[in-house]
């Protein structure tokens, strides 16, 4: 249904949401990481038309390095994946 307050209108479908991350810090080093799933129960329901559901998955990873008290250099990396 809607992900917060009232059943959305547009459609009746139900999603199954997971996430997982984990963060690791030593010495100045720090990785950070989360991946994210999310799968309709149907592709397209709508009594009124066509809804696309929107299914997929996606994740970042980021990583930084403290080069001085106050200063820390990072990068960080995602993706999204949308279901088919």
Not at 18 to 40: C, H, P, T
Not at 51 to 57: A, C, H, I, N
């Amino acid at each position: 249904r809607s992900t917060l307050g009232d059943t959305a209108t547009s459609g009746d479908v139900n999603y199954r949401h997971a996430a997982a991350d984990m963060m690791f810090k030593q010495r100045g080093f720090s990785v950070i990481s989360e991946v994210l799933y999310r799968a309709a129960d149907a592709e397209l329901r709508n009594s009124a038309g066509t809804v696309v559901t929107r299914s997929g998955w996606g994740g970042y990873v980021q990583a930084g390095q403290m080069v001085s008290s106050r200063v820390e250099l990072n990068g960080r990396y995602g993706r999204l994946v949308p279901g088919e």
